[in-house]
């Protein structure tokens, strides 16, 4: 195991009816003068949005709003609303829904306290200051409750960026199972796949004697196996719920990966199909990720075999390892598939002829990526191929 420093200074406000108290929690971190950050009209037509309002008018909290974060969100509204709190006087966001709103509010955060472009900090500038965030989750997928990252796609040239920093990290997150509820199945599938993809992102790693963090990694994912199909066949089971919530955050605090090598080629890889067409986040990586795997499961098969008999059930071919690599593979992409994810471009609506652009945005060129395996851009470009004829 490598040496590590693990900081996660999140409140979490944990159950139902608790978005309620949000008032109460942006009073307890300094919060005076708040924007209330939100997506579509879900947050307003359920009357969440109206609940929070209320929780901080009955703590006497001025607040401001600014609606209409899209999936992928824009660095076009992040301008919009660097600009509103500089003229609203703002000293707290309040991000009410899911990964994409979470991710846009602290990319507003870390603007307002910037002097130049705010595209900077995710092109490398460090983040020296941010306002406070808090958080009313509404969708249980991207983790950003729980994590200091965030992820924007800036709309001259479709290019999709994330940056990091402790500063982003949420002062309070509160988590509701039943806002999730409403969710359409697609979009629940979508988030249970980027929640299964952030702890495959950390799984797959050169690092030597990790058990504790492996089992934790199996835990999510073996938990991820057997609620998500749960809450497919009844939307309103709240137990299935709040596991999968839980298991969001515990997903992309990095408590599941400490310690270890990590590597985030398929995210990479996946930015670049969500950019381009505007895909759901979680249904890019269900094409992508299994790809990934097929290309590079070689490079350490008895780690591919690891997750096939523990957390897909297969029985280990000690004769031929290859074959358990492979049919722990199939049996993610079968689980994908079974809960209404795409597996290939066709089902996603991704164009082979878009492979060279595609290679082209992930920033790779003549060098490499990734931490397991470091992919060079014809290596990328492979992996879109076999994602272009992937089948059960």
Not at 67 to 92: A, H, M, S, W
Not at 342 to 352: C, D, T, V, Y
């Amino acid at each position: 195991m490598d040496n590590f420093n693990f900081y996660s200074p999140t409140e979490f406000v944990f159950g139902k009816d608790r978005e309620c108290e949000a008032g109460e929690y942006v009073r307890k971190y300094g919060g005076k003068r708040v924007l209330i950050h939100y997506g579509g009209g879900s947050a307003v037509r359920s009357g969440l949005l109206d609940r929070v309002k209320a929780s901080l008018t009955a703590e006497d909290v001025f607040f401001t709003e600014l609606g209409g974060v899209q999936p992928n969100p824009r660095d076009t509204l992040v301008y919009t609303g660097i600009e509103l709190c500089k003229k609203e006087n703002i000293d707290f966001i309040l991000a009410v829904g899911g990964g994409s709103v979470i991710d846009s509010a602290k990319a507003i955060a870390a603007g307002v306290c910037y002097e130049g472009d705010f595209w900077d900090l995710y092109c490398g500038t460090p983040i020296k200051k941010a306002l406070p965030v808090g958080v009313v989750l509404t969708i249980a997928a991207a983790g950003s409750e729980g994590s200091g990252n965030s992820v924007i796609t800036k709309v001259d040239g479709l290019i999709k960026k994330g940056t990091g920093s402790d500063l982003l990290r949420a002062r309070f997150s509160i988590l509701d199972p039943v806002l999730t509820q409403t969710l359409p199945a697609y979009q629940t599938a979508c988030g249970a796949t980027d929640i299964m993809a952030h702890v495959f992102e950390r799984y797959f790693t050169n690092t030597k004697e990790v058990e504790i963090t492996d089992r934790l990694c199996e835990a999510v994912l073996l938990t991820m196996v057997k609620e998500v199909p749960r809450v497919i066949a009844d939307p309103n089971n709240y137990d299935a719920r709040a596991n999968i919530m839980w298991a969001g955050m515990v997903a992309h605090n990095n408590i599941v990966g400490v310690g270890r090598e990590q590597d985030w080629n398929s995210h990479n890889i996946e930015h670049q199909l969500s950019a381009v067409y505007d895909c759901a986040h979680g249904a890019g990586l269900a094409v992508i990720m299994p790809s990934w795997m097929e290309f590079v499961y070689k490079h350490d098969v008895m780690r591919f075999c690891q997750m096939a008999t523990r957390v897909f059930g297969c029985s280990m071919n000690f004769e031929n390892p290859e074959a358990t690599a492979l049919e722990g593979i199939k049996r993610f992409r079968s689980f994908l598939h079974s809960i209404g994810m795409p597996i290939n471009f066709a089902e996603l609506g991704a164009k082979e002829e878009d492979i060279p652009l595609l290679v082209e945005k992930t920033g790779v060129g003549s060098g490499r990526t990734g931490g397991f395996v470091h992919l060079s851009s014809d290596d990328v470009a492979e992996i879109y191929k076999l994602a272009v004829k992937a089948k059960l």
